[in-house]
């Protein structure tokens, strides 16, 4: 399948799942964290001396949870352990489907939190022999509001059992959450914010009004094989297919779409025969597509760590890829805040010829270069300031955990126990 040597989050959360041990792991996606959680597991159900359901994979997302099933069948394929991926969206035809397999067993389920609560009111599902509870993205699953009903699914779990939580960031919610399903776990975290070194990234300052005319010089410019354009919200993805799809072979995805719609529309950009897809960050933690050339921020991401999960889907596995940012005039500290989470000053590149002139770079200290005009003392601007985010807190509280810190290169950092600070 293409593994020569296990990526640095395989290499520090394999052992610690073969020994049976609770975990939390902090990776981006995009690190071969999937492979990290599945292997181990397969290896033990294949090697188990008995049958029927035995690990619960939760996922925020049906794309998600359908990429987890396909990943999972591809790793178990000379093993004869099956999985079946649970999700909304689908017709009654689509969960007859589901809730049949479930009552006829699988070795695996990968489910969405929404749609196995409905399935398990059914009564005839029994969990009773479940050793695995598999949290994929749990920070993105408590944004969504899924919480209650993950404690809801826990209460039809063993108690003795082992519980993998895989998250993107790790903020204090996570934590206090982590503390009502896991025993005594293990941390691993590996460095968060950093960008694949062969993510080529720049930058353009200009007005609203500008946006679509430059992707379409962008998208012109070369006959790129796969891109993704990324729109804050799904009225901006609409309004941009709309202008697209006169010139280029495009499709967008946001959740309006019925189920099957996406499916097809995300068959096709994996197959290449469809070539540019404009989403919502719906499709920045939920799809693993190879050969993603450009990236495009059409609008600056509100969260930075959106950021490196937009870029990151591309140049994955040591590929080359590019990643550009429209940046308008309300964007600015958006942006820095985004360079300083990636300690990278991002190239600003000037708008290209024959278009009208974008934002003045000299009005604001923009991306860490200070302006040269002298400061009005009688003005009150906004100064970037790396100020910590909603919810936490720099206020200590004492918890104690095992800690384990890798680098993003792969080098044990340390392994210590340490007291660490969190308060909600």
Known sequence: MGFEKPTPIQEAAIPIIMKGRDII?????????????????????????????????????????IQIDQQIQGFSYFLGVSSIPVYGGGDGIV?????????????????????????????????????????????????????DDILKIVNYL????????????????????????????????????KTAEGISQSAYLVYDHQKEELVKHILSQKNYEAVIIFASTKEKVKSLFKTLKKSFQVESFHSDLEQAEREEIMSRFKNKSLKILIGTDIISRGIDVVGIE???????????????????????????????????????????????????????????????????????????????????????KPQFQNKKREGESMTPTKTESKIKIVDSAGDNVSKFKKRANFKE
């Open 25 to 65: 792991a902090c990776a981006q996606t995009g690190t071969g964290k999937t492979a990290a959680f599945i292997l181990p597991v397969l290896n033990k159900i294949a090697k188990s001396q008995t049958s029927g359901l035995n690990t619960l994979v939760l996922a925020p997302t049906r794309e998600l949870a």
């Open 95 to 147: 969960w007859e489907q589901q809730r049949k397999a479930l009552e006829t067993g699988t070795e695996i389920i990968v489910a969405t939190p929404g749609r196995l609560i409905a399935l398990l009111s059914s009564g005839k599902i029994n969990f009773d022999k479940i050793q695995h509870l598999i949290l994929d993205e749990a920070d993105r699953m408590l944004d969504m509001g899924f919480s």
């Open 294 to 380: 450009l990236v495009i921020n059409f609008d600056t991401p509100n969260d930075p760590e959106d950021y490196v999960h937009r870029v990151g889907r591309t140049a994955r596995a040591d590929s080359k890829g590019e990643a550009i940012t429209f940046i308008n005039e309300k964007d600015r500290n958006k942006f820095r805040r985004i360079e300083a989470l990636i300690g990278l000053e991002i190239q600003k590149v000037p708008l290209p010829e024959g278009f009208d002139q974008g934002l003045n770079y000299h009005t604001e200290n923009i991306g860490g270069v200070k302006s040269k005009k002298k400061k009005n003392k009688n003005t009150n």
């Open 158 to 193: 063993p108690k003795k059992r082992q519980t993998i939580l895989f998250s993107a960031t790790m903020p204090p919610k996570i934590r206090q959450f982590s503390k009502k399903l896991l025993h005594e776990p293990e941390e691993i975290s590996l460095a968060i914010g």
